[in-house]
């Protein structure tokens, strides 16, 4: 069965400084992984995915992650915080179920983001 | 393109009542999703449809959730009765289709609910 690790509940960075949010994966084919954010009372939104091409994959507002098989990771990264980013992130992992693609999320990682 | 339409925004309810949820998908998209989202974890499926069919309701607690997708677009969940532990927000997400290189899910706001 798939499963994802975030590992840290709640992450505190200075505006400007690297962000890295960790995710480990477990799952017993070739996963697709994805990042999402979700704002206060907002749904959640896709940052980036990984479906089997590049390891190193770019994503909206500056994020990118870069897919680690040998460390099942999927770490999340962005080189310079802005107040923006303040949010929650999950990680999710989906196999190849044939006609049912069912992801699994992480517990989310709370991003707060320091003047 | 308009969103994933969710309503209500918020509920709030005493244990044992009913309470039903409604959303609208993106137009054109095949595939819907109901999540329930506790409040520190992450979204866990609770049932997803292909069209009007059900893919997979294996998280479903069948003994008080119900949900349907009448003509295949847009779907209500419906609790009955509700207990506290369901305090949560309920997510609904649709995609085109859950195909290889294309599996991208949309989220509505959600309906936060509160049992008490």
């Known amino acids: 069965a798939q499963s994802v690790t975030q590992l840290g509940s709640h992450v505190s960075v200075s505006e400007g400084a690297l962000v890295l949010l960790r995710c480990n994966y477990s799952s017993s084919v070739p996963p697709y992984l994805f990042w999402y954010v979700q704002y206060p009372n907002q749904g959640l939104q896709l940052l980036l995915k990984y479906t089997s091409a590049a390891t190193l994959v770019k994503g909206i507002n500056g994020f990118e992650a870069e897919f680690k098989k040998s460390e099942t990771s999927f770490h999340l990264t962005k080189p310079s915080a802005h107040m923006s980013d303040a949010a929650e992130y999950f990680c999710?992992?989906?196999?190849?179920?044939?006609?049912?693609?069912?992801?699994?999320f992480g517990k989310g990682t709370l991003l707060t983001v320091n003047p | 393109e308009a969103g994933v339409a969710q309503s209500p925004r918020y509920k709030i309810i005493e244990k044992r009542q009913s309470v039903a949820f409604w959303c609208n998908p993106i137009?054109?998209?095949?595939?819907l999703y109901w999540y329930q989202q506790i409040l520190g974890q992450g979204p866990k499926l609770l049932i997803q449809?292909?069209?009007?069919?059900?893919?997979?309701d294996s998280q479903l607690p069948k003994d008080r959730f119900s949900a349907e997708r009448l003509k295949g677009v847009d779907s209500t969940l419906k609790i009955q009765p509700a207990k506290l532990e369901d305090s949560a927000v309920y997510l609904c997400?649709?995609?085109?289709?859950?195909?290889?290189?294309?599996?991208?899910?949309?989220f509505g706001p959600g309906t936060r609910l509160t049992v008490t």
């Open positions: 997400a649709s995609s085109f289709l859950a195909v290889r290189g294309r599996y991208e899910q949309y």
């Open positions: 449809f292909q069209n009007n069919g059900v893919v997979d």
């Open positions: 137009s054109g998209h095949a595939t």
């Open positions: 999710a992992v989906s196999e190849d179920g044939g006609s049912n693609y069912k992801q699994t």
